[in-house]
């Protein structure tokens, strides 16, 4: 999230990129978000796997969720609402926006974040955050450097300025995140052709990109598959850089920075997620968007990287703060992007969440 850009062009977008330490201290940490949901009865906002999805052997559940940034104002006036958060997989990730210090009053849009923060999230079932993002120098390299230290003393996977990522394993399996963005000066999304180069790629490893780009409005969820800007500040060719990795090596592509949901690709087999739009995010205009449409989604990865099926759970972002949609909007939202703005064929959402593969591709 950026404040108003002072001139507008919706169909411009840039990202650097703040790739991938993503995976740097978490020997087994899908343990902290899956005890916590397997001890639980299913309480609100669990994302359901499908009957049998992830149950053979090499499959990889993914759920990703969008930006979050939390205050501690938001942390003591919504804890219910918050603690009735919980998402499961053997990777749960999101896009933390800010850093942790002390809130800059004469600038809202530093992205300070408490301490606390770190524990809300874990709660969550959060086990993996990127910090390749237009927030993360909010209050300076060394600010940066002790939030990701931080994040990884607490268990995180943390993806920030390697520019190789990092691997880890997960299930018996080496799994390695990379993340780019707009801001980054190594791992740049304004940049695809040093995509290939960026992926030192073991044949035996599941690749999964982070990537913060993309333009940002309330009318940001179409796409306008060209080169992408907020006021004159460049972010990214959303399409073409998915594809871009995806031709490169990569198993799955998360994007975000619209703070919208965009439609889903299945592309050469493998899925691409435009954007997580936002999840639990409190800034300087949440006031005036008392409800949003946010959502998780949980992905099941075959042992191939290929994707099998996905179930999306949907949210009204009410000030910022996810509460359980039973309508569905933000599910409806990303169907109808994925089929008239992206022209996917290969995809079907048959409800209740569900996104399956039409066997079109």
Known sequence: MSPPARSASTTKSSIKNDSGGFLRAFRFTPRTALIVGLCASLPLGVSVPLAGAANNRGDLTVTAVGDVRVTAALIHDHSEQLRRLHLKGDLV????????????????WKFAVPAGA?????????????????????????????????LRREGFWVAGNDEQGIAARIKNRRVRVFAFSFSSPQN????????P?????NAAE???????????????????????YFGDEQRGDVIAFSHRCIDAGADLVLGHSPNVPRGLELYKGKLIVYSLGNFIFDYPGAAFHPHAPGYSI???LNANGSFRNARIHSYDLRNGVPVSDKTEKAYYMIRDLTLHNLKQTTLAFP???RVVSS???
């Open 197 to 201: 180069a960026a992926f030192p790629r």
């Open 206 to 228: 599941l690749v999964i990109v982070s990537a913060h780009i993309g333009g940002e409005s309330q009318q940001a969820s179409w796409i306008p598959g060209t080169m992408e």
């Open 359 to 361: 066997s079109k591709e």
């Open 93 to 108: 990730f999101a896009n933390f926006e800010g850093v942790i210090g002390d809130p800059v009053a004469s600038d809202p």
């Open 298 to 300: 949980t992905i099941h």
């Open 351 to 353: 409800g209740n969440g």
């Open 188 to 195: 740049n999304v304004n940049n695809p052709e040093a995509v």
């Open 118 to 150: 770190a524990g809300t999230f874990l709660k969550m079932g959060v086990s993996a955050v990127s910090m390749a993002n237009n927030h993360a120098m909010d209050l300076g390299v060394k600010a940066y450097s002790e939030t990701a230290a931080a």
